[in-house]
């Protein structure tokens, strides 16, 4: 007698005949929906195959399957790879939907998007960039001499991974010779890339983007002439603030002065997210100095404007030490973003956003039994950044003495100037008491 089959593996031969009341009624029996067959293969892989079980793929996935199950092997990979490899745009489109992850690499290390590419099936490669891209749409090219001879393409800027907050996502741009190309003529890594701000003074601005890697220039303008609106979404696609970390240039050409009025017709700003350690940092600096000055220590400068690390490099002045009144204006700035491995930077105007209050703890000075922060000559003896390990430390060149060797190395690594006197760092030294 043949082994008896089990109800997860009758399920799976009720996918193959299409059976929606079979599996129904076997789920309900409490049968598995993730029974794999020899080939790997599991009930909702079959069904994204066909374009005939849409129907069982849809129930398949209201029973809980698993959408990025993932099949070993050559040409393998998730629901969705298979889906995109027989041009199934619409069971592409319901996996999508629901939550299929799109940067998924099969053992080929090809997306679902790579694969409908290879096999030209434009329907596919539309719906998985409709899902994922963060700019599409017509553009103009320059491919002669400037404002007299230009081209229309498709352009599409889309990540290369999903977004980790850990790690800063690579940005891609595809440029299509046409709408109903599956295949990009030109795939340019952002994150390689030089590029100029859009001068948006000019009638018809555009933007150059230079890649690195193939020594190639592209001079991009908007789909209709004078369209700065659509230019700025494309730029402002290009410098997203997954971009802030990586070894992009970005120089504004008419970015106003800290002086200047701010300009509507200027690029847009990208956000900042600093880090918790970072603003912990910072507070602390700002109570150090503001202890500092309290004490009468000398060489201490009241500062206006602290600068602000963010955990992308970010650099960001606050006025009045993020204190100042929400209700008054601030003039537009200049933001710069330095690349980790690269000395290059970006350079974006940004209006300064209203100024909320942060509550800082400052040292107090009614408890008896707290460290003095300094002695009577001005000479620190407890860290003014930690305020508990003693001063080991000096900062060169100002010479100042008022932290402890962990805290002064994390200051000195973050290029954040002397706690007390906000002057450049150029070493840390230990101190020895005799």
């Known amino acids: 007698m043949g082994l008896r089959q089990s109800k997860a593996e009758l399920l799976f031969q009720q996918v193959n005949y299409g059976n929606v009341e079979g599996i129904r009624n076997l789920r309900a029996q409490g049968a598995g929906v993730e029974w794999i067959n020899k080939e790997g293969k599991t009930p909702l892989m079959v069904a994204s195959m066909r374009p005939d079980l849409l129907n069982v ?123 109903q190309a599956a295949k990009p003529c030109v795939v340019a890594k952002l994150w390689k890339c030089q590029l100029e701000a859009p001068k948006y003074n000019l009638v018809d601005p555009s933007m150059t983007i230079f890649d690195k890697v193939t020594t190639s220039r592209y001079e991009l303008l908007p789909a209709y002439e004078g369209d700065k609106q659509q230019l700025r979404s ?59 000055i309290a004490e009468g220590v000398p060489d201490v400068q009241p500062t206006t404007s602290i600068t602000t690390t963010s955990g992308w490099g970010n650099t960001v002045n606050s006025s009045h030490n993020g204190w100042g009144p929400s209700d008054s204006p601030s003039p537009s700035r200049m933001r710069e973003v330095t690349g980790t491995s690269s000395s290059q ?26 460290p003095p922060l300094a002695d009577g000559d001005g000479t620190f003896v407890t860290c003014v950044i930690c305020l508990d390990a003693p001063v080991e430390g000096a900062c060169i060149p100002c010479g100042h003495m008022a932290g402890c060797m962990s805290c002064l190395t994390d200051i000195e690594s973050k290029k954040c100037g002397c706690p007390i006197c906000r002057a450049e760092i150029n070493q840390i030294i230990r101190l020895y008491a005799v």
Request: charged share 15%; proline share 11%; glycine share 4%.
């Open 345 to 370: 930077s970006i350079v974006i105007p940004q209006e300064a956003p209203p100024a909320i209050p942060i509550p800082i703890a400052l040292p107090s000075t009614q408890t008896p039994t707290a």
């Open 57 to 179: 793929a849809r129930l398949l996935i209201t029973l809980g399957a698993n959408l990025n199950a993932f099949r070993p092997g050559s040409h393998a990979g998730t629901p969705l790879h298979h889906a995109a490899k027989r041009g199934l745009d619409l069971t592409v489109q319901l996996l999508l939907s629901h939550g299929a992850n799109p940067f998924v690499r099969n053992d080929d290390c090809n997306t679902a998007l790579d694969v409908a590419r290879g096999k030209g099936h434009l329907n596919v490669v539309r719906a998985i960039e409709g899902q994922i891209s963060l700019f599409s749409g017509w553009m103009r090219e320059n491919c002669g001499p400037p404002q007299v001879m230009t081209r229309k393409i498709w352009i599409v800027i889309l990540p290369r991974e999903a977004q980790s907050p850990t790690r800063p996502v690579k940005l891609e741009l595809s440029i299509y010779p046409e709408s």
């Open 234 to 292: 494309f730029y402002s696609a290009c410098c997203s603030v997954e971009q802030v970390a990586s070894m992009v240039h970005v120089q504004s050409v008419d970015a106003p002065t800290p002086n200047s009025t701010p300009n509507s017709s200027s690029a847009p700003s990208v956000p900042s997210t600093p880090s918790n350690e970072d603003v912990e940092l910072q507070m602390a600096i700002n109570a150090s100095i503001q202890s500092a």
